[in-house]
Nanobody, 115 residues
């Protein structure tokens, strides 16, 4: 089992920045990738960014050039640096961890972008 705890969400003005954190615990040695998804009311959950155990990254088209995913293996934590935030970035952001034939989700953290 893997447990994920997200933090860092909140209210930010358009154009501002936030950094989300996802701390993993448990059987983290089994993980092959971690990432961030988001879901706004009435929308499907969408991929924001992924990072593999080898450090390869992948981003959703809507955030390329603005968001950066990174990880600190010593802290078992994945980060999502979000810059140039737009109102349409507002959503609940979820951390996901993937192992072979398994996936784990965090509880989500709310990001609100409003002036």
């Amino acid at each position: 089992q893997v447990q994920l705890v997200e933090s860092g969400g909140g209210l930010v003005q358009p154009g501002g920045s936030l950094r989300l954190s996802c701390a993993a615990s448990g059987s983290i040695f089994r993980l092959i990738a971690m990432g961030w998804y988001r879901q706004a009311p009435g929308n499907q959950r969408e991929l924001i960014a992924l990072i593999s155990k080898f450090g390869n990254t992948n981003y959703g088209d809507s955030v390329k050039g603005r968001f950066t995913i990174s990880r600190d293996d010593a802290k078992n934590t994945v980060y999502l640096q979000m810059n140039s935030l737009k109102p349409e970035d507002a959503a609940v952001y979820y951390c996901k961890a993937a192992a072979f034939r398994e996936e784990y989700w965090g509880q989500g953290t709310q990001v609100t972008v409003s002036s």
